[in-house]
């Protein structure tokens, strides 16, 4: 008679089979027996201190490795607690399957001990989701979970199963082929569409090539790189973009959007054909989009067919996967080319490289003081090497994704659409777990931090020595920064502390190294103590000006003809 196992073996025995290496989650009464499992498998389990912590570390090391990112947590508030870094996932098209445990079959509905209708909460901010009461669906769904979480658009797939099915007994009977009828992700571009893309290109005089998060969950960053090259185009990313081609590159016109380079943005604003691949003409970018682009013609490739068209209408929509498609447009391309070379452009790339000499990014560090969180992150970059960087939200962030230098796909983790304070400490902890060789720094700002340092504790407790770098101005920096800008200097609950806590000693108290600069000299010392310490978790305290605000900027819902340059030009724009 072929060996019983319980629901909750089948359930461990299902993730080993699709390769899960690490879970990060929180055990509780539903989904005991699956931790009861859990403890005689090969697969790490690390133990969250809340389980948005454990939802984001999931995303972090989904965001770093490519694979998708597995956590567990109870029923009701267990799960509830999932529901942020759910939808942070889904907004940014991350790959986690997300288990949770329910009460029983039969308490479904009775208003039971720690009872939520999960699957319909969840239901907004998940790719998709499951109610499985029936032992003998664990292992399709596990199989169906990983599948749809992972392939199309990436995003977060919840399995919510009740304690009955995970303590039934039956066979194991191994994986089961995807039979989804109604789920076929398209792949390939309509050979007709590719084409009529090509003559559009070949037509332009003032092409830009609009990168976004689709070329780094397609793995598509060398194909966009060639397609570049072959058509000179200039190439624009967005914020979840960053690294999808090297800074360095010439081609690159680097972040567009409301905190982006004027360069990009304006590019963006002037141009007569946007090739938009991967990006959703999100409204950070676009602005009031009736005043967006308005002479350009959009060629829009995305592997979801809802995009297409939502915000801006497309003038050659292609449904594919971003690295199927330009590869597709490379082959084109290539035919195209036989007959003579690439336009040149001349006039265009000149005007380009005169806005980049003219607007380029710069901050002023007086070497008295305060400390500017642009010089720390300049600093941190050049020390720091081949770095995986993930950001909180706020200033930090927008100051890291326009100072640090990215060479490479997949270095830059944040919260792009759903901007989720406290992101940082948790989604570092998860993508060093799945990068164990590589240095992870988060840039957090002092707000977001007090959201979820507690997380440290994790990393301390399981030997993951990634390296928090806190930037302290005493506020909630980009609340405040809209508070003096558009609200008369009324700060209103923005205001926090530059002593309480005291983060180097919180730092020590969760098993971590803490230091602290106060003053500009000490920035490099602080850096060189922090990135030294490789036996446990690093915090580095900068104490960074109040009153700093982030520019260039794009007021919400306006135009991309009017990028503030500084507080200076508020007056004449607003």
């Known amino acids: 008679m072929p060996e019983q196992l319980s629901g909750a073996a089948i359930l461990i025995r299902a993730l080993e089979h699709e390769g899960v290496d690490v879970i990060f989650g929180v055990p509780g009464g539903a989904i005991l027996q699956a931790y009861d499992a859990l403890y005689s498998s090969s697969i790490r389990h690390i133990l969250a201190r809340h389980e948005q912590g454990g939802g984001h570390m999931a995303s972090g090391y989904a965001h770093a490795t490519g694979r998708v990112g597995v956590t ?26 997300a288990i949770t445990g329910q ?90 569409q590719v084409k009529a893309a090509m003559d559009e290109i070949l037509a332009s005089e003032r092409p830009v090539l609009y990168a ?59 141009s007569d054909l946007l090739i938009a691949i991967g990006a959703r003409f999100d409204d950070r970018v676009t602005g009031n989009p009736d005043l967006f682009a308005p002479e350009a013609r959009i060629i829009h490739i995305d592997v979801d067919p809802a995009e297409i068209s ?20 490379l082959d084109e391309g290539e035919r195209r080319l036989k007959d003579g070379p690439a336009p040149t452009r001349t006039e265009w790339m000149d005007t380009l490289e005169g806005w980049r000499r003219d607007f380029p990014l710069a901050y002023v560090q007086d070497p008295d003081g305060p400390i500017q969180q642009q010089y720390v992150i300049d600093e941190l970059c050049k020390h720091a090497g081949d770095a995986i960087v993930v950001a909180g939200v706020g200033q930090h962030q927008m100051w890291a994704s326009q100072f640090w230098k990215f060479e490479r796909p997949n270095a830059w983790i944040n919260s792009g659409g759903l901007g989720t304070m406290g992101y940082a400490v948790p989604a570092a902890i998860g993508a060093k777990a799945g990068m164990p060789d590589t240095t992870v720094i988060a840039i ?64 020590e108290a969760l098993g971590c190294a803490g230091f602290r600069a106060e003053t500009p000299d000490e920035v490099i010392p602080t850096i060189e103590k922090g990135l030294a310490v490789n036996d446990r978790p690093v915090v580095m305290e900068f104490v960074c000006d109040p009153d700093a605000m982030v520019f260039p900027m794009i007021v919400a819902g306006g135009s991309n003809d009017e990028i503030l340059m500084g507080p200076e030009d508020i007056s004449c724009n607003t």
């Open 310 to 329: 939502k915000i801006r209408k497309a003038d050659v929509p292609i449904v594919g996967d971003a690295k199927a498609v330009l590869r597709q447009l």
């Open 212 to 270: 976004g998060g689709g070329i780094l969950r397609a793995r598509a960053s060398e194909e966009l790189r060639a397609f570049a090259e072959q058509q000179g185009l200039p190439v624009v990313t967005t914020l979840m973009a960053r690294g999808a081609i090297p800074d360095s590159h010439p081609l690159t016109l680097g972040m567009s959007g409301m905190h982006g380079n004027y360069t990009a943005s304006t590019a963006m604003q002037r």
């Open 103 to 192: 009460v029983r079959t039969t308490s479904i509905g009775l208003d039971a001990f720690q009872e939520t209708h999960t699957w319909g909460i969840s239901m907004p901010v998940t790719k998709h989701n499951y109610l499985v009461t029936n032992i003998n669906e664990i292992p399709s769904t596990i199989r169906e979970a990983f599948h749809v979480a992972s392939t199309g658009r990436p995003g977060p797939v919840l399995v919510d199963i009740t304690k009955d099915a995970l303590a039934d007994a039956m066979p194991w009977h191994g994986p089961v082929e995807i039979d989804l009828p109604g789920y076929r992700p398209s792949v390939q571009g309509h050979p007709r």
């Open 72 to 97: 567990f947590a109870t029923s009701g508030p267990g799960a509830t607690n999932l529901i942020t870094p759910l939808a942070d996932a889904y907004m940014d098209s991350i790959p986690v399957v």
């Open 444 to 507: 957090d700002g002092d707000g977001c931090f007090q959201m979820t340092f507690q997380e440290l504790i994790t990393a301390a407790e399981e030997g993951i020595p990634v390296k928090i770098a806190v930037m302290n101005n005493a506020n909630l920096g980009m609340v405040r920064q809209w508070q003096k800008l558009f609200y008369d200097d009324r700060y209103s609950a923005t205001e926090l502390s530059y002593t309480n806590p005291n983060i180097p000693m919180l730092a």
